[in-house]
């Protein structure tokens, strides 16, 4: 789970900054509490799905310490979830911060572009106001 968290964790300036190069709104504390909600709602969902799995398996609480063993099925529910599930899902986390990685290099280059763009105009116009004002005199 970790591994989940650090990957997002990483991408959200990138995501909040791309949202603010391309809509030129600054909204940061917007997106930062969409995230917030998304984990919420993400840990909520995985805990219900692990919780009915387990409880479609036959896990017994031994909430009295009792000694009561797991049956097959649990421990095998167990496993997965516990191994094989994460390790999958990091994979296609990593495939997708490869894709990733080469949209930020896209991104990054565009806006540059845009910003030498907007720079150019800016000193364009501040060449034509001093014309401007040279004519005035």
Request: aromatic share 8%; with cysteine.
């Amino acid at each position: 789970a970790s591994c989940f968290i650090i990957c997002i964790n990483s991408m959200q300036p990138d995501v909040v900054h791309a949202y603010m190069a391309q809509t030129s709104v600054r909204n940061e504390g917007v997106m930062y509490s969409l995230f917030q909600l998304a984990f919420k709602i993400g840990f909520a969902v995985g805990i219900s799905v692990s919780s009915f799995v387990l409880g479609g398996t036959g896990f017994v609480g031994d909430t009295n310490h009792t000694g009561v063993v797991q049956n097959d099925a649990t421990k095998l529910a167990l496993q997965i979830m516990t191994f094989i599930v994460p390790g999958v899902l990091c994979a296609v986390a990593l495939v997708l911060l490869v894709f990733i990685k080469d949209y930020q290099e896209d991104f990054l280059r565009e806006e540059e572009e845009r910003k030498r763009k907007e720079l150019e105009e800016r000193e364009s116009r501040r060449r034509d106001t001093i014309a401007e004002l040279r004519r005035r005199d």
